[in-house]
């Protein structure tokens, strides 16, 4: 049975730092490109950043540029989002989702098709 659970949301003040984990279990990551997104209330969901099968190839949405990174263990079929320097604009479910067998690079914030998806983890940044 194919799962994506994310971990690591929470409440969190500007300018601090939080951890997101996507655990992935019933295929083999390695295979696969992974993103993560995010969806704030009365917003559409946007791509933040994806890494791509194989060689880890990495890409992000310009607003979080230098502020994410994302990153994957395929030992622990986990892939991560560090997420620095937060701002309220930044509060969002945060989702991972996870595709096989697709050119790299994606369409435009990590649009692909994705064959696989988690149920998300709120992330709220406020003082």
């Known amino acids: 049975q194919v799962q994506l659970v994310e971990s690591g949301g929470g409440l969190v003040q500007p300018g601090g730092s939080l951890r997101l984990s996507c655990a992935t279990s019933g295929f083999t990551l390695l295979y696969y490109h992974v993103g993560w997104f995010r969806q704030a209330p009365g917003k559409e969901r946007e791509g933040v950043a994806c890494i791509s099968s194989s060689v880890s190839d990495t890409l992000y949405t310009d607003s979080v540029k230098g502020r994410f990174t994302i990153s994957r263990d395929s030992g622990k079929n986990t892939v991560d989002l560090q997420m620095n320097n937060l701002q309220p604009e930044d509060t969002a479910v945060y989702y991972c989702?996870?595709?096989?067998?697709?050119?790299?690079?994606?369409?435009?914030?990590?649009?692909?098709?994705?064959?696989?998806w988690g149920q998300g983890t709120q992330v709220t940044v406020s003082s």
């Open positions: 989702a996870a595709v096989y067998g697709r050119g790299w690079p994606p369409p435009r914030d990590c649009g692909y098709d994705y064959d696989y």
